[in-house]
């Protein structure tokens, strides 16, 4: 059935620039119409300079609940009243809550990682995590495991940025260093590790042949998860599926912070069979290779 707009339908959107290529709004339509809430979900192209008359003007209308993307995740915090650890801590958001005029920000990307680990059956306890990235999916994806974990091993090209990153996590976790994305780091690393996360963006669409891993580096054992949802099979997935290991594709993350923004916006349980079947419909009629 079509939906119906009227004058109670309660309004949500997804800010960024570029835009028009987000999942999001598929992703929480499927999700509102299956649970019948009379809500929408729209998408805005907004530039950095009209980010603040944006916000101003999403909380004037009354948006309930917005998704931030690249590039204002940081930029956005000043305009929050009140912010979640994860955005304290990241100095990012891509989650606003708008209660009454009030705005709270959270940042679902970390908790969407962790989740996706966890529902696909990677248990995280005593492990060794191998992260590759250091980058804004990277940070929260660290900053949701460092207390989860026993080890966490940061690689990054710029070595600056690994071990920054290592150093503000210490507090929250047991073992965390940061060193230099080489590849002959990687494999030693390997060696040892339980879970891999690519969380750089080696991989995506249009340089979908690339990948950090060769396929003789993985052992069956591992779990390997890709932040790269375009392609939905990238080329890391495919060799560590090859490898014989267990294996979490992006969507998956994508999913999972997409369904606690969800959960924080309509104090519903977010339908994620109806979610991930909408993402990969649309993944594959775009083409993504699912
Ligand atoms: P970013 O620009 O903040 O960080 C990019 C990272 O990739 C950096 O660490 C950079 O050093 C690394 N990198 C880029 N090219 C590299 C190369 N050739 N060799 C080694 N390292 C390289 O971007 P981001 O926001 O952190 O996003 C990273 C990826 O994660 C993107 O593909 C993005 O689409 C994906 N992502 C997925 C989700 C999800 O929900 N699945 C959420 C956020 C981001």
Redesign the pocket.
Known sequence: MRMVISGKTEVFAVIGDPIEHTLSPTMHNAAFEHLKLGFVFVAFRVTPDELESAVRGACALGIRGLNVT?PHKNSVTEFLDEADPAVKFLKAANTILNQRGRLRGFNT?GV?ALKALKNNGVNLTGKKVLLL??????KAIAFSLAKEVDELSIL???IVKARELASVLEPFGKKIVGSE?LPRKIQQELQNSDVLIN????G?SPNASES?IESDWLKPEISVMD???NPVETRLIRIARGAGAKVIN?VE??LY?GAASFEIWTQCKAPVEVMRNALLSKLSSAGAAV
């Open positions: 690249m990307d969407g990235g250091a980058g804004g999916a990277a990054n090209r710029d994305l969380a750089t963006s080696v995506m950090l932040a790269v949802y992006g993350m994508l912070q």
